[in-house]
Antibody, heavy 114, light 112 residues
């Protein structure tokens, strides 16, 4: 059974940093592209970024709203996906989901507030 | 970026009756490989999104057959043949053909 479990969310001040993790199981992690998607409170879904697999050189892509501030990485040996978030803004407040095609985790809440 | 629109944004339905949600894209979603990467997601209250339909009309494993997807090019539809109480939630279309991937604004389905 595919499982994606996010962690690392919390309260951070504007301008601060946070690192989210996603632990994957139930599939061959190294074979797959992985995405981060977020949802601000009471709002819709926004794609944040993607990391491709080793066969595609682990290339990454980002939404314009986070490019230059967020970095996606992965550790295939640990079946883990990461999202390093720097220079956080209040508008980054959201539940962050780790996703692999049709499979999504339960999300982790990031609150950016002073 | 491709803009995804949905209608209606709110859909009160009667239990046992059909429901239909429209999704339109600002550009054709046919990819160079011939596939159309249009997905439908359901988000029940307090839950993570769940994919129901991929590539326009393919139901994901475990999705009841009362859900169906159709359409082509820029115009797509999600239909629920007979709405059940567990279908309450927000439904999103999502395109994966053009970069970046993008979601529609969501259609909130609730019971009259």
């Amino acid at each position: 059974e595919v499982q994606l479990v996010e962690s690392g969310g919390g309260l951070v001040q504007p301008g601060g940093s946070l690192r989210l993790s996603c632990a994957a199981s139930g599939f061959t992690f190294s074979d797959h592209y992985m995405d981060w998607v977020r949802q601000a409170p009471g709002k819709g879904l926004e794609w944040v970024g993607r990391t491709r697999n080793k066969a595609n050189s682990y290339t990454t892509e980002y939404a314009a709203s986070v490019k230059g501030r967020f970095t996606i990485s992965r550790d295939d040996s640990k079946n883990s996906l990461y999202l390093q978030m720097n220079s956080l803004k209040t508008e980054d407040t959201a539940v962050y989901y780790c996703a692999r095609e049709g499979y999504w985790g339960q999300g982790t809440l990031v609150t950016v507030s002073s | 970026d491709v803009v995804m629109t949905q209608s209606p944004l709110s859909l009160p339905v009667t239990l046992g009756q059909p429901a239909s949600i429209s999704c339109r894209s600002s550009q054709s979603l046919v990819y160079s490989d011939g596939n159309t990467y249009l997905n439908w997601f359901q988000q029940r209250p307090g839950q993570s999104p769940r994919r129901l339909i991929y590539k326009v009309s393919n139901r994901d494993s475990g999705v009841p057959d009362r859900f169906s997807g159709s359409g082509s090019g820029t115009d797509f539809t999600l239909k629920i043949s007979r709405v059940e109480a567990e279908d309450v939630g927000v439904y999103y279309c999502m395109q994966g053909t053009h970069w970046p991937p993008g979601f529609g604004p969501g259609t909130k389905v609730d019971i009259k």
